[in-house]
């Protein structure tokens, strides 16, 4: 498979082998002809001693690679690294008929450049989440305000019958506004009445959004609304913008954390307030679940494709 930072590595299947220490007469022989877009600056394999050979020019990009020990048991992946100068370039290979075409899109993101995006929760409020649930969504809360680069927009919308949001228009993450963030968690209840979803999701999908800016949407809820198809639908018009990642708390309807997830080219995680409290319970942290929703979020998305 090729990798955009330049590598190319190539794994083959492990078969079953002696012990290390075992004096064996046999092992692995290997050729292999690399034909590269553009110069190859080095050939190495982390798992295997190898022979390198370069073309008679060290700029073409043509490369043999020998592993000829007939002692050396295979008891790991065999694994190959590639590093090429040029590793975006497209490249295009036809053998007997078949033809393969590769391409890097250029994103406009520098490496080490962190990409500027829009995150809104949104956090059920309404009255089934008292107790554990609404502490284990408050929790998920604070856990993302303490990890979202600097500078990225963001804000906190809570509902039930009505919602109401932190910030008029969602605004920079910065020690300020963190600490905004931060006691308004703190005083969040469950006391918004019913689970009407709907409309806040509306509010927000439809408020303006920052040209060149990515917006990522993650709702928080434990409950089952009437017009699962409706709030599912309106979320799919909005999938070319914005992406929707969901935690279903305890019982939430799996038709709505996952078909929202879905629609919004999002991920799904569900809280199981019971097991997480639990001191001998061996399910996942709400940490480990934000995390993994913040990473994803967090990778750039293409959008109008």
Do not use: C
């Not at 996952?258 to 999002?266: E, F, I, K, Q, W």
């Not at 001191?279 to 942290?285: D, I, Q």
């Not at 929703?293 to 990778?299: D, P, Y």
């Amino acid at each position: 498979a090729a990798y955009p930072d330049g590598k190319i590595v190539t794994h083959f299947l492990q078969p079953r082998q002696p012990d290390a220490n075992s004096n064996i007469g046999w092992g692995l022989s290997v050729n292999l002809d690399f034909d590269m877009s553009s110069p190859i600056y080095k050939v190495t394999s982390p798992s295997h001693d190898l022979k390198y050979q370069s073309g008679h020019k060290p700029t073409i990009g043509k490369a043999k690679l020998v592993l000829d020990d007939h002692t050396m048991p295979l008891l790991e992946n065999f694994t190959v690294t590639i590093l090429v100068a040029s590793p975006r370039q497209p490249m295009s290979r036809i053998e007997e008929g078949v033809a393969m075409l590769g391409f890097y899109p250029d994103f406009g993101v520098s490496e080490d450049e962190e990409p500027i995006t829009e995150m809104i929760f949104i956090i059920d409020r309404s009255g089934s989440m008292e107790g554990g649930r609404i502490e284990s969504a408050k929790k998920a809360l604070q856990i993302f305000l303490r990890s979202l680069p600097l500078g990225t927009l963001f804000n906190i919308v809570g509902f039930g019958s009505s919602f109401l949001s932190l910030f008029k228009n969602s605004l920079a993450y910065n020690d300020t506004t963190l600490q905004q963030a931060t006691k308004h968690v703190q005083g969040i209840r469950a006391d918004l009445g019913g689970t009407e979803l709907l409309e806040p999701l509306k509010s927000v999908l439809t408020s303006k959004q920052t040209d060149g800016i990515a917006r990522q949407i993650f709702v928080l809820t434990d409950g089952e609304v009437s017009n699962t198809r409706d709030v599912i639908n309106h979320a799919r018009k909005f999938a070319g913008s914005t992406r929707i990642f969901t935690f279903g708390i305890e019982g939430a309807s799996k038709e709505l954390i996952h078909g929202l997830a879905d629609v919004g080219n999002g991920k799904a995680e569900f809280i199981n307030v019971r097991q997480i409290s639990s001191v001998s319970s061996s399910a996942e942290s709400i940490e480990v679940k934000v995390m993994r929703q913040l990473k994803s979020a967090l990778n750039i998305a293409l959008t109008d494709v």
